[in-house]
Structure formats: structure tokens, C-alpha cells
């Protein structure tokens, strides 16, 4: 059974930074795809962020344009964990983030969210001006 746990949130300032991690247990290997999203306030549907996915030897990672050179994604492997590092936070980065988990690799959208077919809880990410 696939899990996703998420945990690292709060709450910061304008500027500030976060490090979010998703304890990934269920499935072997490092190829399926695992990215991070996000819902904000009032909205349904949720924001790709950053997500990753193996081909071979080459690792393909992709950023909403809203967060490129902000956060970074990456991968433990030995710790089968996943972290979002978020810099530079601003008010519109509110929002609870989920990790997910797709059923293998990705060629096509890595950050929408009907690719993926597991997730976690959420954690929640607030960010004052």
C-alpha cells in the first residue's frame, strides 16, 4: 500500500523559507514520478508545483513558472523521502500542499495533477506580509 506523509509546514513571513519532506513507503524502485502540489484558498482544483520522474539515468524535474528559482525539489532515496525547499516565500504561496506519487514514470504533464494516483494528507503553508 502506497503512503504519503507529509510534514513541515507553517507559518512565516514574507522572504522567509520552509522545508517541506513527504515520507514515501509502499513501492520500491525510482522511477515513478513524485511531485508536490498545492490548493489555495477558495480554489478546487490543485497547482502542480514541482515534480520529478526517472527515465534510465536521466532525471527530469519540472517548476510552475510561479515558483522557478524560488523552490527546489528533491529526492532522497536511501530515506525515501521527498522535499520541497521553498526560498523567498510571498503571500500567494499559501496554501496546503500535498504530496503525490504517480503509478510510474511521466513523459507527459508532470505537474497535473490527474497524472498522479497517490496522495498524502497535506500540510498546511502560510505566508504573512
Known amino acids: 500500500q502506497v503512503q504519503l506523509v507529509e510534514s513541515g509546514g507553517g507559518s512565516v513571513q514574507t522572504g522567509g523559507s520552509l522545508r517541506l519532506s513527504c515520507g514515501v513507503s509502499g513501492f520500491s524502485g525510482g522511477s515513478r514520478a513524485l511531485g508536490w502540489f498545492r490548493q489555495a484558498p477558495g480554489k478546487e482544483e490543485r497547482q502542480g508545483v514541482a515534480?520529478?520522474?526517472?527515465?534510465?539515468?536521466?532525471?527530469?524535474?519540472n517548476y510552475a513558472d510561479s515558483v522557478k528559482g524560488r523552490f527546489t525539489i528533491s529526492r532522497d532515496n536511501a530515506a525515501n523521502t521527498l522535499y520541497l525547499q521553498m526560498n523567498n516565500l510571498k503571500p500567494e504561496d499559501t496554501a496546503i500542499y500535498y504530496c503525490a506519487a504517480a503509478g510510474g514514470a511521466l513523459a507527459g504533464d508532470r505537474l497535473l495533477q490527474e497524472n498522479y494516483n497517490f496522495w498524502g494528507q497535506g500540510t498546511q503553508v502560510t505566508v504573512s506580509s
Open positions: 515534480a520529478m520522474s526517472l527515465f534510465g539515468i536521466r532525471i527530469f524535474i
